[in-house]
């Protein structure tokens, strides 16, 4: 692998550094992007996925880790639990007490019905509280929903469901606008008009930002506005089955509380899952920038009573995670870092691409510089390759760094690096779930009653998303998903009997597949042990 | 084998590589965690921790996900704290000086000891933004308290039992809604969108051959 001694190659980004800043590296053509992606992206590795055996989805292609997951052995038995004790009565239950949770129960409460969310950690850990980056939406006169729709679309593969997109881009400038009316202190000029900058496979800037705690920002100010309005939160309590009624209809969910194991059961007319993204599933063995409770569940709780999945074999691998110091590898460095001018470097001091390709694409890069090209820096996991951040305040001036993005300056002070006057070692990381549950605009899966927002959704980006876009549609989709789970409510009448029994059929199915897998699913939490060799570690 | 450092986590020792967090080394010693670990990462807030070290007078407060091991350190997390959340509208509030002496009377018994500050885990100055909350200064209030991750930290130090991060919610929420500046181009832009300006531009998108979308795609003029 790399070869490369860190000391050695800080002083040649150094000395490179002024012509670097110059140096205006050209975008790759398409065709030389398809190449660099086949030979290095990871998801074309077609050694780490499998074709899944039962359920909807059946011979389509997705991870090992998440195969194990989606056909591995359901956490309880139809013997576990009392259907007929009804512990939690609701209109909608939402399962996520993430962005697009939230802003899904906002919106269901907005309409007069009853909502439950429940969560498996607290309210608001959760990818959403992690986003730095911004979130995009075409509100400036130079921009319209139509360029935003054709950057997301070719950005995406050209994969896409065009009618989530058309949605999706439409709704963005309303979204902001509901966030900055609950509060959200989006960066603004003394005129009020929104700062905007570029992300990777923008053609014009409109990333808003809140600095970089924008998912923070929008996260705490959601949750706020969930506890003024009295919404019931249940928090450290896990969804580990869904429920239906005789006729496969979804109409409840089985509850787990994190702490005490105990089983509760949830009835409601209908049910959304926004359960969020993957990246403790540590796919192919990256580390990832997500949150602890990032586990696929909703993939699996949805694939097991007869949802879709739409591109699972697509995940995205941020080409900016922390690969040095060890103790926060995989973290995110956010791209508004290079949106903001730092450049990418190798060992050498050379600018090897353009800062602002997709990240698909700058991903492979970096892959592509640290294995053929030989031209990493060595790290103790592995290697890296630098990212320039000087830059930033020889372009902006003094004082950018910490007024823009004063996230990242903590990060990595915490370890005695002060990334204005040093550069940063990064390698990518796992980072977002492209794909996810199949639904139509209205958020409804292939089950009837079941719901899907956010992160857990797949189709909405096509097979690669761009930065500031997720946590958009979190936003869109999450409130329409409340908005449509709770109309729907209004016309559904309360399951008399629960019932259990896609649980009994996939029992059979997987017999029958001849599936031995006994992978606990959903997974819940990711277990770690970080190389202790005497622990042998179980749940209790 | 790489250096260890023991520490003791609620009273218990073990013995630990000297590069893991205390987040790391709590699970390295065998915890499966639940409580006090969300994002990993240093913007959740869930695992405020506290800590002294052997000898050593002063009581610390960190995030576990945030700081190394040092040898010697006594560990005991605060995965809850319980913070006093008032419950209000958004839309009615009046953005005044009131507001705050009706919802959170007690800032205006903090006596100054400045132990929040002293605590916080970001390194914010939070009795700074006490006071501009106390003057109804809700920009400077909300500037000041930007970073604050809300792991209560600075309550438990508290002796005016103030909620320091529930105050500062308040101001970032009034300050975002009512005092920064409003932006024109964003509500034309939803009215532009409501009145269906570019729902025609946007089909005609969605109808085009992949090849011709291609080719708009690839050739697109990027903002400078
Ligand atoms: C570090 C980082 C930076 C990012 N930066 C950006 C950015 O700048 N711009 C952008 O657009 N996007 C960004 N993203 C992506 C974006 O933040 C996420 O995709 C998005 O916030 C996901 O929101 P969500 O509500 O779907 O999921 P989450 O916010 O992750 O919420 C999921 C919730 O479901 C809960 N849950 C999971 N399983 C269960 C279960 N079985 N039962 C009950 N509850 C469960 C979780 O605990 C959590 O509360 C970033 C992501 C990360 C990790
Ligand atoms: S786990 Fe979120 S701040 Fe430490």
Redesign the interface.
């Known amino acids: 692998m790399a070869q490369f001694d860190m000391l050695e190659s800080v002083k040649k980004v150094e000395a490179a550094r002024e012509a670097n800043l110059l140096f205006e590296p050209k975008r790759m053509?398409?065709e030389e992007k398809d190449a660099l992606l086949v030979a290095y992206h990871p998801d074309y590795k077609k050694e780490e996925f499998e074709a899944l055996k039962i359920g909807a989805n059946r011979g389509d292609p997705v991870p090992h880790e998440l195969a194990a997951v989606l056909e591995g052995r359901p956490r309880i038995t139809p013997a576990d639990v009392d259907l007929t004790r009804i512990d939690h009565d609701c209109d909608v239950l939402i399962i996520g007490g993430g962005g697009a949770g939230i802003s899904a129960a906002l919106e269901a409460e907005q309409n007069g019905e009853r909502v439950l969310v429940v969560t498996k950690?607290?309210v608001?850990?959760?990818n959403t509280?992690?986003a730095e980056g911004g979130i995009q939406?075409?509100?400036?006169?130079?921009d319209?929903?139509?360029?935003h729709?054709?950057?997301a679309?070719?950005g995406g593969h050209?994969a896409a469901k065009?009618?989530l997109l058309?949605k999706l881009?439409?709704?963005a400038?309303?979204a902001?606008?509901w966030l900055?009316?609950?509060?959200?202190?989006?960066d603004?000029a003394?005129?009020?008009?929104?700062i905007t900058t570029?992300g990777g496979g923008t053609?014009?800037?409109r990333m808003h930002a809140a600095?970089d705690?924008t998912?923070?920002?929008i996260m705490?100010?959601l949750r706020?506005?969930a506890?003024?309005r009295?919404i019931a939160i249940v928090d450290?309590t896990a969804a580990v089955e869904l429920l239906t009624d005789t006729e496969g209809k979804c109409a409840g969910a089985v509850l787990m509380n994190?702490?005490t194991g105990e089983l509760t059961v949830a009835r409601a007319k209908t049910v959304i899952l926004a359960t969020g993204g993957a990246g403790r599933m540590h796919y192919q063995g990256f580390p990832t920038?997500n949150?602890?409770?990032a586990t696929a569940d909703g993939l699996a709780l949805g694939y097991r009573v007869g949802a879709k999945l739409l591109y699972a074999d697509t995940l995205q691998y941020h080409p900016t995670g922390a690969a040095y110091p060890?103790?926060?590898f995989g973290?995110?460095v956010t791209e508004k870092v290079r949106s903001l001018g730092a450049k990418l470097v190798n060992a050498e001091g050379e600018v090897f691409m353009h800062p602002l390709e997709t990240r698909d694409v700058a991903a492979a890069a970096i892959i592509r510089e640290c294995s053929d090209r030989q031209k990493g820096v060595k790290t103790a996991s592995g290697c890296g390759v630098w990212l320039d951040t000087p830059m930033i305040e020889m372009l902006g001036g003094e004082g950018t760094i910490l007024a823009r993005i004063?996230?990242m300056h903590?990060?990595f002070e915490?370890y005695g690096i002060d990334i204005r006057k040093e550069p940063i070692l990064v390698y990518p990381t796992l980072h977002y779930q492209n794909g996810g549950l199949d639904i139509t605009p209205d958020g409804m899966t292939a089950v009837e009653n079941l719901y899907a927002a956010g992160e857990v959704v797949g189709g909405i980006h096509g097979r690669n998303r761009l930065m500031g876009n997720s946590l958009l549609d979190v936003i869109v989709f999450g409130r329409s998903a409340g908005k449509h789970a709770s109309e729907k409510a209004k016309s559904v009448t309360k399951a008399e009997s629960l019932s259990l029994c896609r649980l009994e059929e996939w029992e059979k199915e997987r017999t029958a597949a001849g599936i031995e897998n006994e992978t606990p699913s959903p997974k819940l939490?990711p277990?770690?042990?970080?190389?202790?060799p005497l622990?042998q570690?179980k749940?209790? | 084998m790489e250096n260890t450092v023991n520490i003791y986590l609620f009273g218990k020792r073990y013995a630990v590589?000297e590069?893991?967090?205390i987040m790391?080394?709590m699970?390295?010693?065998?915890y499966?965690?639940?409580?006090g670990?969300?994002?990993?990462?240093?913007?959740?807030g869930?695992c405020a921790t506290i800590y002294r070290i052997k000898g050593d007078r002063e009581l610390k407060v960190c995030l576990a996900c945030?700081?190394?091991v040092e040898n010697d350190m006594y560990i005991a997390t605060l995965p809850f704290f319980p913070l006093v959340?008032q419950?209000?509208?958004?839309e009615k509030i009046t953005p005044g000086e009131a507001v705050m002496m009706q919802l959170y009377p007690e800032i205006y018994a903090c006596i100054g000891c400045n132990a929040c500050t002293k605590s916080c885990t970001?390194?914010l100055k939070v009795m700074q933004y006490i006071a501009y909350a106390q003057r109804g200064d809700f920009a400077r209030c909300?500037e000041e308290s930007?970073?604050c991750?809300?792991c209560g930290v600075c309550s438990s130090r508290c002796p005016a039992g103030i909620s320091h991060p529930q105050v500062a919610?308040l101001a970032?929420?009034?300050?975002?809604?009512y005092l920064?500046?409003?932006?024109?181009?964003?509500?034309d832009?939803?009215r532009e969108?409501e009145n269906g300006t570019?729902?025609e531009?946007?089909?005609a998108?969605?109808e085009k051959p992949?090849d011709e979308?291609?080719e708009?795609?690839?050739n697109?003029?990027?903002?400078a």
């Open positions: 053509t398409a950690l607290r608001g850990d959760a509280m992690m939406a075409a509100d400036k006169p130079n319209s929903p139509a360029i729709y054709l950057d679309f070719g050209f065009p009618e058309v881009v439409s709704e400038p309303d902001i606008l900055n009316k609950l509060g959200v202190e989006f603004k003394p005129d009020g008009t929104m570029h053609s014009r800037k600095r705690y998912g923070a920002e705490r100010t706020d506005e506890l003024n009295n450290f994190m702490e920038s949150h602890y409770g060890e103790q926060i973290a995110l004063p996230a903590r990060m915490k939490l277990v770690y042990s970080h190389g202790n622990f570690k749940y209790f | 590589p590069s893991l967090t790391g080394a699970e390295y010693a065998g499966q965690l639940v409580r670990c969300g994002c990993r990462n240093g913007f959740c869930a945030q700081t190394k959340k419950v209000y509208d958004i970001q390194g909300a930007f970073d991750v809300m919610q970032r929420r009034i300050n975002g809604k920064a500046p409003a932006s024109a181009h964003l509500e832009r939803v969108i570019f729902s531009l946007l089909e998108l969605t992949l979308l291609k708009l795609y690839n697109r003029e990027i903002e």
